[in-house]
């Protein structure tokens, strides 16, 4: 009777096994380097290239953000100036009369010269200056 063992032999028994390649050589200039992932490799270049293009559209759009910001002030300095000495409400409550959007902008008031300045910071700052009778006039831009 035959035994049977389960155990693998430590030698190939088959002829169809390759024998194995020794791996390839490096060259010299690559030696030391390690390897960047193709994911991570372009993600600065990425970043920069979104930069610049963020930085030319502000740029090109910065004289109509500008203008935007000049009509919203003087817009906020004579809506300002009526409540605040046509209707002698307190500059807290007339900046409830801004039309939506107009969160940016600030109101300050001089009652020594009875001005109420409308501003958006780092753009724009127009006032308008009680005239009596005339009502709130807008000041002429600097």
């Not at 390649?21 to 992932?37: A, F, I, S």
């Not at 300095?77 to 307190?90: D, F, H, L, M």
């Not at 969160?103 to 300050?108: E, N, P, T």
């Amino acid at each position: 009777m035959a035994t049977v063992t389960n155990t693998n032999p430590t030698d190939p028994a088959t002829a169809d096994q390759k024998p194995a390649t020794p791996p390839p050589e490096v060259p010299p200039h690559l030696r030391g380097r390690k390897r960047q992932g193709g994911k991570s490799g372009g993600c600065l270049a990425w970043v920069i290239a979104i930069g610049v293009l963020l930085a030319i559209f502000l740029i090109w759009k910065f004289p109509s953000f500008k203008a935007q910001a000049e009509l919203g002030s003087a817009y906020a300095a004579r809506v300002g100036c009526s409540c605040r000495y046509v209707q002698g409400r307190s500059l807290e409550s007339c900046q409830t009369d801004f039309e939506p959007g107009m969160d940016m902008i600030s109101l300050s008031d001089d009652p020594a010269t009875r001005t109420v300045t409308g501003s958006v910071p780092l753009l724009a700052s127009r006032s308008a200056r009680y005239a009596g009778a005339s009502g709130c006039l807008i000041n002429p831009a600097n």
